[in-house]
């Protein structure tokens, strides 16, 4: 079994609002859960532009530092608040991961937003 650390980047089917089943995407590890069923707070990862949230969400660009690491196809956005717990059981596998230092920034991000509203 694969070791999952905060910031890989993995792909599963999204769980959708509506309890509909979602396609197949790439998600950002947050955290995983404390506790025993190996569950993980998770974030949405899309190409989609038009949905960016400039006060909270991240884009990743493909001319960014860390860009290269994550396996992703394109520039993306980090859609912070499109979160989600899973469980490590529907993970399909790791296909990268962000730097540390976006990784803070995302959580620091998150804790403000928590905080201020």
Do not use: Y
């Amino acid at each position: 079994m694969e070791l999952r650390q905060p910031g890989q980047i993995v792909l599963l089917k999204f769980p959708q609002t509506d309890l509909n089943e979602g396609k197949l995407r790439p998600v950002l590890l947050l955290s995983k859960l404390p506790g025993n069923l190996n569950d993980w707070l998770i974030c949405m990862v899309t190409t989609k532009h038009k949905t960016f949230s400039d006060d909270i969400d991240e884009v990743i660009n493909d001319s960014d530092n860390d860009f290269n690491d994550t396996g992703l196809k394109s520039s993306s956005v980090l859609r912070i608040l499109r979160i989600a717990v899973i469980n490590r059981s529907i993970m399909l596998g790791k296909i990268g991961n962000i730097s540390d230092l976006r990784l803070t920034r995302i959580k620091s991000k998150i804790s403000k937003w928590i905080l201020e509203n």
